[in-house]
């Protein structure tokens, strides 16, 4: 059964740094591929970075490159995701999500179909 936790969101001001953990059991961590996503009140969903677990290769959305970094920890079925100068814009509810490596492509996320999904957690990034 495969079960998600995402945490660490929060309150920050603009300038400031978060790091969200996706905690994740009930598969085969090295065969998937880990992606957060976020949803701001009246905005489509958009895909931030995604990791394929097994190699490592990532990729970022523009608006995020440079400023965020997704990593996976392997002994802890981990993902998390550092994200540095936040914007008030990067603003949203943040989710986490996994896609067999077999069924996914590194790349542009909003096409993606990812298997399952964990629960949001909030950042707020103040002005």
């Known amino acids: 059964d495969v079960q998600l936790q995402a945490s660490g969101g929060g309150l920050v001001q603009a300038g400031g740094s978060l790091r969200l953990s996706c905690a994740t059991s009930?598969?085969?961590?090295?065969?998937?591929?880990v992606g957060w996503f976020r949803q701001a009140p009246g905005k489509e969903r958009e895909g931030v970075a995604c990791?394929?677990?097994?190699?490592?290769?990532?990729y970022y959305a523009r608006s995020v490159e440079g400023r965020f970094a997704i990593s996976g920890d392997n002994a802890k079925n981990t993902v998390h995701l550092q994200m540095n100068d936040l914007k008030p814009e990067d603003s949203a509810i943040y989710y986490c999500?996994?896609?067999?490596?077999?069924?996914?492509?590194?790349?542009?996320?909003?096409?993606?179909?990812?298997?399952?999904w964990g629960q949001g957690t909030q950042v707020t990034v103040s002005s």
């Open positions: 999500a996994v896609d067999n490596v077999e069924d996914w492509t590194l790349g542009p996320m909003g096409n993606q179909m990812y298997e399952a």
């Open positions: 009930g598969f085969d961590f090295d065969a998937y591929a």
């Open positions: 990791i394929n677990i097994r190699d490592g290769d990532t």
